[in-house]
């Protein structure tokens, strides 16, 4: 049976919670959902869902790559949105973030998320 460890990386936000940033077992890794905090301040960043997004996944890519994996080994993600209205906008972000690779992903308007943010993602990936 693989054991379950935990990824930790001190260029994302430390977890707000009982949890870990992320949980690898095998060549899986499951990150938790990332928030826009800048990881220096544990404050959420100035700015809209452009500004959110882009730390939220910033903060993302830092725990995956503290999993020895990389965004373009993410092979599922979920974005929860406080208002689906910001679609738009957060996929232009997500899609320069992703480049060519196009994980599977779930898209859901939520009534509220930690911190009163407007976005989080989580992911999963496969490392080597």
Known sequence: MSALTPVQTSSAPSAIGPYS???KVGN??????CVPLDPSTMEVVP???????TQALK???AVVE??????????KTTVFLKNMNDFAAMNKIYSEAFGDH???????????LPK?????????????
Do not use: H, M, W
Request: proline letters at 2%; glycine letters at 10%.
């Open 66 to 75: 503290a999993s020895g994996s990389s965004l373009s080994r993410v092979a």
């Open 47 to 53: 700015g809209g869902i452009e500004e959110q997004t």
């Open 102 to 112: 196009k994980p599977a992903r779930s898209a859901v308007e939520v009534a509220r």
């Open 59 to 61: 903060n993302l890519k």
């Open 28 to 33: 899986l890794v499951f990150a938790s959902g």
């Open 116 to 128: 009163d943010v407007l976005v989080e993602v989580e992911c999963i990936a496969v490392t080597d």
């Open 21 to 23: 940033q992320g949980i």
